[in-house]
């Protein structure tokens, strides 16, 4: 996708063909900030504070976190120690774990002198298969829109709600949740987002609204609790999330306040889809609410906001009183029954425990046994 009318990727080997480069999303939309990693602490840090964030993403810098790791000492014993620091970072994304896993398969059993040769290979495949996973994605869900677009007067805009940020920026290019809007929009399609700005730390003011603007994407940026107003009123057409986790039931686990929004599409009739690429499916889990460690972070989040002032500088103010406490849940998770479909990379699936396992039998967190009743 777009950065300046230049076409980019969010994650990129360096030119010494080693080191790692990111965006530091943290800045954006104000800074467009790059980072170099050097080390598998550093892959860490970007994860743990989100400099790098999107459950597609944070897998593929985990995977350089590991080639990092093992420039530096190739033994089971680094191997094992780089897993574990990378895995801490993010309770409840699946790629992370889906990431990590394949990397150490891709040199286990490899000699030490053959390692870091194969570890940049995966980690590389794993980039490439991301971006073929968005873009098939788009795909399958560019209909979705098309469709909706035929029933309307010539020229007339399709409106698509999105919560958080499941877009190049959250994954290696194309996203998910928008990789149908982008394919729309470069096709003609009169396509329109409403961008939550998603509290609390404004992924959808911040890099939803930034990215579609750099694509020349018509977007409004709106308040949280606004969505469900505009499905009450015939204004939204669909609904097109992302997800860090889906179980085998078809329960969806996303940013928080993604239910809520579910909840208001089920009432108003609105077509409510998941952007799922298959490595975010976890058929290890079954009841979403039960079983997904949702994450807990730092208040702070809360408690401030970062913006530019009049006067062009870039300022954290706090926004609650002094000693209020503060509880900043990450994710929540929206039941399968609120899901009209899951947009993968083979095809619309419905949120439901059949209809996943024929589409995957062959999907890693089934286990070898499931993998084989599967296929008999």
């Avoid at 890099?207 to 694509?215: D, I, N, R, S, V």
């Avoid at 609120?338 to 089934?366: M, N």
């Amino acid at each position: 996708m777009k950065i300046n009318g230049l076409q980019s990727r969010s994650i990129w080997l360096e030119p010494d063909g080693w080191s790692v480069g990111i965006f530091d999303q943290t800045g954006f939309p104000h800074r467009i900030d790059r980072i170099r990693l050097t080390t598998c602490e550093d892959a860490a840090r970007a994860i743990r504070t989100m400099q790098t964030r999107g459950a597609p993403l944070i897998g593929a810098v985990a995977a350089y976190g590991i080639c990092l790791a093992l420039r530096e000492e190739a033994s089971d014993e680094a191997l094992e120690r780089a897993y574990r620091a990378l895995i801490a970072t993010r309770p409840t994304a699946i790629n992370l774990k889906w990431a990590l896993d394949e990397m150490v398969a891709a040199v286990r059993n490899r000699p030490r002198a053959e390692r870091v040769s194969a570890a940049y290979r995966r980690a590389a495949d794993i980039c490439d298969e991301d971006v073929a996973i968005c873009e098939a994605i788009g795909r399958h869900g560019l209909p979705l829109i098309e469709a909706v677009a035929a029933r309307k007067k010539p020229g007339e805009r399709v409106n698509v709600l999105t919560h958080c940020n499941a877009g190049w920026l959250a994954t290696v290019d194309w996203g998910t949740a928008l990789a149908p809007v982008y394919m729309a929009h470069d096709k003609g399609v009169p396509v329109h987002v409403f961008a939550d700005e998603t509290r609390p730390r404004n992924q959808g003011a911040a890099l939803t609204a930034f990215e579609l603007g750099q694509h020349g994407v018509p977007h409004t940026v709106i308040p949280d609790n606004t969505g469900g107003h505009l499905m009450q009123h015939g204004l939204v057409d669909l609904v097109i999330v992302g997800t860090d986790r889906v179980t085998a039931q078809g329960d969806v686990c996303n940013k928080i306040g993604t239910y809520l929004k579910a909840l208001a599409a089920h009432d108003n009739g609105v077509p409510f889809y998941v952007g799922l690429p298959s490595p975010t499916l976890d058929f290890a889990v079954g009841d979403g609410i039960a079983e997904i460690p949702i994450e807990e972070r730092g208040g702070e989040e809360v408690a401030t906001m970062t913006g530019r002032t009049a006067d062009g500088r870039i300022e954290t103010v706090t926004v609650v009183p002094a000693g209020s406490p503060v509880t900043n849940y990450g994710f929540d998770v929206t039941p399968a029954r609120l899901v009209t479909g899951l947009i993968t990379e083979r095809g619309i699936v419905a949120p439901d425990r059949e209809a996943l396992a024929r589409a995957f039998p062959d999907h890693p967190s089934r286990g070898p046994a499931q993998c084989r009743a599967a296929s008999a």
